[in-house]
């Protein structure tokens, strides 16, 4: 195994337990996780890629309103002491089969040691709280 991959496998561990501890908290916020990472090599990806996603969604009379919130980590070109993550996240409404009326981004690079002082749970909540004040509420 090259330093790299050693270097990947290694904030993938820890990245996976964070999100394990991670989980009761999302679900009872009714947040959903989706693993889509590329975690070995082959022809059509060449670099390894740790990446959830987490999604909350919400009725809004007849429309969905959505908050994905996204944090991933890629395969360095070289080991570093304090890696670094992209969180980011999508806010949208929208009608089946319609394009989005409300459709925004934001991201932002946090370092390994941030995620792992105030948890997966913590950074994502917070991502999805500041896009839900963006949309509309639940509808009753």
């Given at each position: 195994?090259?330093?790299?991959?050693?270097?990947?496998?290694?904030?993938?561990?820890?990245?996976?337990?964070?999100?394990?501890?991670?989980?009761?908290?999302?679900?009872?916020?009714?947040?959903?996780?989706?693993?889509?990472?590329?975690?070995?090599?082959?022809?059509?990806?060449?670099?390894?890629?740790?990446?959830?996603?987490f999604l909350?969604?919400?009725?809004?009379?007849?429309?969905?309103?959505?908050?994905?919130?996204?944090?991933?980590?890629?395969?360095?070109?070289?080991?570093?002491?304090?890696p670094q993550?992209?969180?980011?996240?999508?806010?949208?409404?929208?009608?089946?089969?319609?394009?989005?009326?409300?459709?925004?981004?934001?991201?932002?690079?946090?370092?390994?040691?941030?995620?792992?002082?105030?948890?997966?749970?913590?950074?994502?909540?917070?991502?999805?709280?500041?896009?839900?004040?963006?949309?509309?509420?639940?509808?009753s």
């Open positions: 195994m090259n330093p790299t991959e050693a270097a990947f496998r290694s904030v993938e561990h820890l990245l996976d337990g964070l999100v394990l501890a991670a989980k009761p908290e999302l679900r009872a916020n009714e947040v959903t996780l989706e693993d889509q990472s590329a975690r070995t090599y082959h022809y059509k990806n060449e670099h390894l890629l740790w990446q959830f996603a909350k969604q919400w009725l809004v009379q007849t429309e969905q309103a959505r908050v994905t919130v996204t944090l991933t980590f890629s395969e360095p070109l070289q080991p570093e002491p304090n993550l992209e969180l980011s996240w999508r806010v949208e409404l929208f009608q089946l089969g319609q394009m989005s009326r409300i459709d925004r981004n934001e991201r932002e690079r946090l370092q390994l040691t941030e995620i792992e002082q105030q948890g997966v749970a913590a950074w994502v909540l917070d991502a999805i709280q500041k896009g839900e004040a963006s949309l509309p509420a639940k509808s």
